[in-house]
T-cell receptor, first 114, second 110 residues
Framework: KAGVTQTPRYLIKTRGQQVTLSCSPI?????VSWYQQTPGQGLQFLFE???????NKGNFPGRFSGRQFSNSRSEMNVSTLELGDSALYLC?????????????FGNGTRLTVT | KQEVTQIPAALSVPEGENLVLNCSFT??????LQWFRQDPGKGLTSLLL?????REQTSGRLNASLDKSSGRSTLYIAASQPGDSATYLC?????????FGKGTMLLVSP
C-alpha cells in the first residue's frame, strides 16, 4: 500500500506570492490533517479535513487555507507569503475521524520563502 | 491550552543501553498520546498510540506508558541500536487538536 504522498518536495517562493501544496492520503483513508514544522515552534497543527469538511483548525492566520476533494486528496494554500512561512509542511492521513485512529505522515514539502 | 514538554532535549548513549524518554502534558482531558520518530528531512513514523483508558503499549523493543492523572508518558527503548538514532516526538490528542512536544534528539553510537 502506498504511503502518504506530498508534492512538491521542495519549493522556493518570494514574499508576497502564494503557494499550493498537495497531499494524497493512503488509499482508503478519509481524514487528512496538515502541520507546520519550524526549528523554533516545532510542529504545529494547521487544520484537519474529513469527507471534504474542515473539522478543526489551528491558530494560524486566514492566509492559510485548505480543502479536501471527494477522493480524499487535499491541498493547502498559503497566500501573501512571508519569510516566517518558511517551514516543512507535513500532511498526515488516518483511516477515519475516530479518536484513536493512528496518523500516517508524508515526507513533507520544504517551503523556502525569500 | 495544552502544553507538551519533552525531556531531555537531546540524549547520547552507547549501543546496547536501555533508555527512557519523557513526555509531560498540562491538560489531562485527552483522547490518546502517540509517540513518533522523525529521521532528518523526513516525515514522522508512528511508533505507539496509547488510548486514554490504557496504561501502556508495547511494540518490539519499545514500551510506552501513560499516567493521565499526572500528565506523564514515558517511552522505554530496550537494547538501543545505532538505527534508533532519530528525533522522538510525543503528541497528545485533545478534543479539537493534536499538540506536539519539541522532541528528544537521540544519538546511539556504535
Amino acid at each position: 500500500k502506498a504511503g502518504v504522498t506530498q508534492t512538491p518536495r521542495y519549493l522556493i517562493k518570494t514574499r508576497g506570492q502564494q503557494v499550493t501544496l498537495s497531499c494524497s492520503p493512503i488509499s482508503g483513508h478519509r481524514s487528512v490533517s496538515w502541520y507546520q514544522q519550524t526549528p523554533g515552534q516545532g510542529l504545529q497543527f494547521l487544520f484537519e479535513y474529513f469527507s471534504e469538511t474542515q473539522r478543526n483548525k489551528g491558530n494560524f492566520p486566514g492566509r492559510f487555507s485548505g480543502r479536501q476533494f471527494s477522493n480524499s486528496r487535499s491541498e493547502m494554500n498559503v497566500s501573501t507569503l512571508e519569510l516566517g512561512d518558511s517551514a516543512l509542511y507535513l500532511c498526515a492521513s488516518s483511516q477515519d475521524d475516530s479518536r484513536n485512529s493512528p496518523l500516517h505522515f508524508g515526507n513533507g514539502t520544504r517551503l523556502t520563502v525569500t | 491550552k495544552q502544553e507538551v514538554t519533552q525531556i531531555p532535549a537531546a540524549l547520547s548513549v552507547p549501543e546496547g543501553e536501555n533508555l527512557v524518554l519523557n513526555c509531560s502534558f498540562t491538560d489531562s482531558a485527552i483522547y490518546n498520546l502517540q509517540w513518533f520518530r522523525q529521521d532528518p528531512g523526513k516525515g514522522l513514523t508512528s511508533l505507539l498510540l496509547i488510548q486514554s483508558s490504557q496504561r501502556e503499549q508495547t511494540s518490539g523493543r519499545l514500551n510506552a506508558s501513560l499516567d493521565k492523572s499526572s500528565g506523564r508518558s514515558t517511552l522505554y527503548i530496550a537494547a538501543s541500536q545505532p538505527g534508533d538514532s532519530a528525533t522522538y516526538l510525543c503528541a497528545v490528542k485533545g478534543y479539537s487538536t493534536l499538540t506536539f512536544g519539541k522532541g528528544t534528539m537521540l544519538l546511539v553510537s556504535p
